[in-house]
C-alpha cells in the first residue's frame, strides 16, 4: 500500500524567502513521486518528477526536490520565493504497472507569500 | 501544446438531478483517469480507463457514479441521482504510461 503525508496544510513566507514544502511517503514497491501545482479553480500541472534516476530533481519555475529514501522524504523546495507561486501544492506517489501505477495524493499544502 | 479538455468548467445542479461530464484526452493518450477532489483534500481516483476498458473502478459509486470511453478515445462521467455530499472539483487526466499524468482544468459541480 503507499501514502502521503503532507506536513503543514498551510504555509506562509515572505517574497524573497526560502520555500520548504515537506512530503513524506510510504511504499512498498520503489516508488516514483511527484509534485503538482494548482492554481485556484484549475487543474493540476506537474512541477517535477522522481523516477529513479538522481535523487536531486529540478523542476519548473525553480523548484526543486531530493529524494532521500532513508527518510522516506521527498520536499519541495525554492530558494527564493515569488508572488506567483502562491497556489497549492500536492505531493503524489506511485508504484508501477497496472493499478499500481496510479497516483496516491496528499491532502496538499496552500503556500501563501506575503510582500 | 496538446492539453486535455473538460467541459462543462462550472455546473450547479439540485439534488437528485442527473448531471454528466465530459472529458478529451491528449490526442494518443490510451490511458484516461478520472478524479474527484473534495474542497482542501487531494485527488483521489475514481475510474481508470485503458483504452475503451476499465482497469480501476473499485472507488467509484457504482450506485450513482457512471463512466463510459466506448471508442477509447473521449469519456463520460455520470451522476445520477446527484447527492449534496458530490460537490467536488471533478479532474480528468491522461498519459501516454509514462507516469506523467496530464491534467484538464477540471469540472466544478455544486449540488444544491
Redesign the interface.
Known amino acids: 500500500a503507499q501514502s ?1 503525508t503532507q506536513l503543514g ?1 498551510h504555509v506562509s513566507v515572505s517574497e524573497g524567502a526560502l520555500v520548504l514544502l515537506r512530503c513524506n511517503y510510504s511504499s512498498s514497491v520503489p516508488p ?1 513521486l ?1 509534485w ?1 501545482v494548482q492554481y485556484p ?6 512541477l517535477l ?1 522522481y ?1 529513479s534516476a538522481a535523487t536531486l530533481v529540478k523542476g519548473i519555475n525553480g523548484f526543486e526536490a531530493e529524494f532521500k529514501k532513508s527518510e522516506t522524504s521527498f520536499h519541495l523546495t525554492k530558494p527564493s520565493a515569488h508572488m506567483s507561486d502562491a497556489a497549492e501544492y ?1 505531493c ?1 506517489v ?1 508504484g ?1 504497472g ?2 499500481q ?3 496516491i ?4 499544502t496552500k503556500l501563501s507569500v506575503k510582500p | 501544446e496538446a492539453e ?1 479538455a ?1 467541459s462543462p ?1 462550472y455546473k450547479i445542479t439540485e439534488k437528485s438531478q442527473a448531471v454528466a461530464f465530459w472529458c478529451d484526452p491528449i490526442s494518443g493518450h490510451a490511458t484516461l ?1 478520472w478524479y474527484r477532489q473534495i474542497l ?6 475514481l475510474v ?1 480507463f485503458q483504452d475503451e476498458s476499465v ?2 473502478d473499485s472507488q467509484l459509486p457504482k450506485d450513482r457514479f457512471s463512466a463510459e470511453r466506448l471508442k477509447g478515445v473521449d469519456s463520460t462521467l455520470k451522476i445520477q441521482p446527484a447527492e449534496l455530499g458530490d460537490s467536488a ?1 471533478y ?1 480528468c ?1 491522461s498519459t501516454l504510461g509514462s ?8 469540472t ?1 459541480l455544486t449540488v444544491l
Request: cysteine-free; aromatic content about 18%; proline content about 4%.
Open positions: 502521503v496544510s516514483y511527484f503538482y479553480n484549475q487543474g493540476l500541472q506537474l518528477k523516477t500536492f503524489a506511485s508501477y497496472g493499478s501505477g496510479n497516483l495524493f496528499g491532502k496538499g | 486535455v473538460q468548467r483517469y482542501g483534500q487531494g485527488p483521489e481516483l481508470q482497469v480501476d472539483m479532474l487526466a507516469h506523467e499524468q496530464f491534467f484538464g482544468p477540471g466544478r
